[in-house]
């Protein structure tokens, strides 16, 4: 990607901000940008870039830190029997979901695929464990070839996805990782491994866990293969990449603003049930006053309320008052 890129969306953040859509819009530009691939093993001259330095964010101070023997995710108990697992040395710092049940344990998303992750959900969990993605992007799929049992949304895009690719590799570049990777992480051969789809989840299917089921909730936008979960009993929303705390992206393969906007009115509606919102990046947790604050800003945009702030490489940035958006510029004046 140009470093003018680079400058104009991390500016816009002040942390690092992009996200698997950057990523593959922009492998191209990272390819021949970037050095030859960099050893970031625990030998080699470690870096300590800005994004990382205040990790990890004022949030977690206010959550219950879980000692775990592992150092690469740190673990935080953010309601009843459910462990958000964070991943701070990486800039992407994706948040997965660990929900037990009576019977079996849901494992919402798997990272970036660069800890030992099944090691860790194991010492976290006796139970079973399903996966469930938020969607088939690479920093959410990375450690399904850890597991054995995969829930993606019914979808070509997620079919394609679960073939595998080398495209994560960019996110080893110099500046993205924060402190050593794990020692027995090998970057020469660092890939989104192909994984099986035991099943196949459709808008409305409920995931039973014993004592606890998760409803799917089919909320295209961000991806075509992005899905929330709820737990309506606890209150409990997961969001994965259609909200969280930080800049939100619409643009890239896959990516449909008309199909995002009735994604976040749907959420919005729900809004009164919702206790916790819990999103794939960055900070687990956010109020559900969030999100009919998202429709609203959303629904700005897409009427020209909020104004562009800018367009670099056909990527153009809102900022509403609470969310800034990234959409494709050759969506800027899309019907209403
Ligand atoms: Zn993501």
């Keep these: 990607m140009s470093v ?12 690092r901000i992009l996200r698997p859509c950057t990523l593959v819009v922009f492998l191209l530009f990272a390819a021949i940008l970037s050095a030859p691939a960099q050893n970031h093993s625990s030998g080699a001259a470690l870096v300590t870039p800005d994004w990382c330095r205040k990790l990890p964010r004022p949030e977690y101070s206010h959550l219950q830190r879980i000692p775990v023997h592992d150092s690469w995710f740190q673990v935080y108990r953010v309601a009843p029997h459910v462990l958000a697992i964070y991943e701070p040395h990486q800039w992407e710092e994706t948040v997965m979901y660990l929900v037990d049940g009576s019977q079996r344990a849901l494992l919402i998303d798997t990272g970036m695929g660069i800890g030992n992750l099944r090691a860790l959900v194991s010492e976290l969990t006796p139970l079973p464990v399903i996966v469930v993605n938020s969607h088939t992007h690479p920093d959410h799929t990375g450690g399904n070839w850890q597991f054995n049992t995969i829930y993606n949304l019914d ?86 990449d259609t909200y969280y705390p930080g800049p939100v992206y619409v643009f890239g393969p896959g990516s ?21 919102v819990l999103g794939g990046h960055n900070v687990p947790i956010a109020p559900p006053s969030i999100l009919p ?3 609203r800003e959303y629904a700005d945009v897409r009427a020209g309320k909020i104004p562009a702030a800018g367009t670099e490489e056909e990527i153009t940035k809102y900022p509403g008052p609470q969310i800034t958006f990234f959409l494709s510029a050759s969506y800027v004046s899309y019907s209403k």
């Design 4 to 15: 003018f890129l680079r400058l104009f969306l991390l500016e816009s953040s002040q942390m």
């Design 155 to 240: 979808s070509d895009y997620a079919r394609n996805n679960a073939k595998g690719s080398t495209e994560i590799r960019a996110e080893l570049e110099p500046g993205k990782i924060c402190g050593a990777l794990p020692k027995d992480f090998n970057p020469a051969t660092y890939a989104t491994r192909p994984w099986h789809t035991a099943r196949w989840l459709h808008d409305g299917d409920l995931i039973d866990l014993g004592g606890r089921r998760l409803q799917v909730l089919a909320t295209p936008g961000h991806s075509p293969d992005s899905i929330c979960l709820f737990d309506a009993q606890n209150g409990l929303l997961f969001t994965g």
């Design 256 to 276: 449909d603003p008309i199909a995002y906007q009735r994604s976040v009115e749907r959420l919005a509606a729900l809004a009164a049930k919702v206790r916790l």
């Design 293 to 295: 604050e998202l429709a």
